[in-house]
């Protein structure tokens, strides 16, 4: 999972492949890394990738669609002592709800990569989140190799439309978002 961008060179979503959609797999162990802040200071925690289902086509970029499915009750922070809280009743309530999944609605290519638009299904509510997508290729890899690539999800959640509200007077509602993870063609 520590990727490095700088040892990968930018891959130009529009123009690369040449089939319909093609099913990816994640590397094992992949994450999604967040950010949440704790008296005004960043903190970070990360959150295991239970299952993913990545269709992408790098020709009509709006015929991909992703279903990704994370472990709610594997979350943890930088900070041990804010762990149990964090998977308490009045934040991720993981006994309850042990998984979270998001679930695409659209794809777009833009400059540099493409929008995801999907629902993330959270404490049993759903709500619409825009993620951007950036892919990018080994250095060392021919540049029509598309059988693995490094793929960077971005973007950020209102916690309390979650009804995640727990301990609001410490923390703040934005939560931000972030995959780096390896992924390769399956079959």
């Known amino acids: 999972m520590k990727r490095r961008l700088f040892l990968c060179t930018a891959l130009a979503w529009p123009l690369a492949a040449r089939a319909a959609p093609t099913p990816y797999q ?5 994450e999604v890394e967040f950010t949440f802040f704790l008296a005004g200071a960043p903190s970070r925690g990360r959150m295991p990738i239970l299952d993913a289902d990545l269709q992408l086509d790098f020709r009509r970029v709006s015929a991909s669609r992703v279903d990704v499915t994370l472990d709610a009750a594997g979350a943890r922070t930088n900070l041990p002592l804010a762990n ?4 308490g009743p009045s934040i991720l309530d993981t006994k309850r709800y042990p998984r979270i999944r998001y679930t695409s609605s659209a794809v777009r290519a833009e400059e540099g990569g493409a929008r995801v638009s999907g629902e993330l299904e959270l404490r049993d509510q759903r709500q619409p989140v825009t993620l951007s997508a950036r892919f990018f290729r080994q250095p060392d890899r021919d540049p029509g190799d598309l059988s693995q690539l490094v793929i960077e999800l971005r973007g950020a ?10 301990f609001s007077d410490l923390v703040a509602d934005r939560i931000e978002l972030r995959c780096l993870a390896t992924i390769n063609r399956a079959g």
């Open 157 to 166: 959640l209102d916690r309390s439309a979650f009804g995640a509200t727990g």
């Open 84 to 87: 149990g809280a964090l998977k």
């Open 26 to 30: 994640l590397a094992p162990q992949s």
